[in-house]
Antibody
């Protein structure tokens, strides 16, 4: 089965850090770009970043709202992508999704909740 | 950044009726070298991630019923549901992937009248 399984969410204090994982199975992970999207409570979806493939030099890009604080990475040997989140703020509270980007995001993780609160 | 704006924000339609949702981009999403529009449509139900419905503005993703269709080119696009069914109640998003950062519309909530 083609799937992305996420882990690593939780409660963190403002200014803290958290690392999310996105484990792929059922498809060739190494040739797939992975995007990260988040959804604050009751709000729409927001694209926050992506990492391309080895062929494309693992190029990463970020939304302005997270640039300099969040880092996307991947380990093709483990079929896993990561989102390292630093200097977390209360408005980073959201459900975070990873997704495979083909022509559109055609495979999504189940989402993991990140709550930033003191 | 490209701004993508959907209209309306919400709508309620009777079962079996036609649904139209619009998406307007602040710049053209048509890549001339391959004549493709870099726009996708998604459906999101509560508690679930978005589901890809259409890509290249009008190509249905695998398993998507043919009552869903997409049209438009350049800056103006439309998602049409030909005959609304109860399971189509959801929030719909368009997304441009023409240029980084990718951007989503604000979403359109669809309910049954």
């Amino acid at each position: 089965e083609v799937q992305l399984v996420q882990s690593g969410g939780g409660l963190v204090q403002p200014g803290g850090s958290l690392k999310l994982s996105c484990a792929a199975s059922g498809f060739t992970f190494s040739v797939s770009a992975i995007h990260w999207v988040r959804q604050a409570p009751g709000k729409g979806v927001e694209w926050i970043g992506r990492i391309r493939t080895r062929t494309n030099n693992y190029a990463a890009a970020y939304a302005a709202s997270v640039k300099g604080r969040f880092t996307v990475s991947r380990d093709d040997s483990r079929n896993t992508a990561y989102l390292q989140m630093n200097i977390l703020q209360t408005d980073d509270t959201a459900v975070y999704f990873c997704a495979r980007m083909n022509y559109g995001m055609d495979v999504w993780g189940q989402g993991t909740t990140v709550t930033v609160s003191s | 950044d490209i701004v993508v704006t959907q209209s309306p924000d919400s709508l309620a339609v009777s079962l079996g009726e036609r649904v139209t949702i619009n998406c307007k981009s602040s710049q053209s999403l048509l890549f001339n070298s391959n004549n493709k529009n870099y726009l996708a449509w998604y459906q999101q139900k509560p508690g679930h991630p978005p589901k890809l419905l259409l890509y290249w503005a009008s190509t249905r993703a695998s398993g998507v019923p043919d009552r869903f269709s997409g049209s438009g080119s350049g800056t103006d696009f439309t998602l049409t549901i030909s005959r609304l069914q109860a399971e189509d109640v959801a929030v719909y998003y368009c997304q441009q992937y023409y240029v980084t950062p990718d951007t989503f519309g604000q979403g359109t909530r669809l309910d049954i009248k």
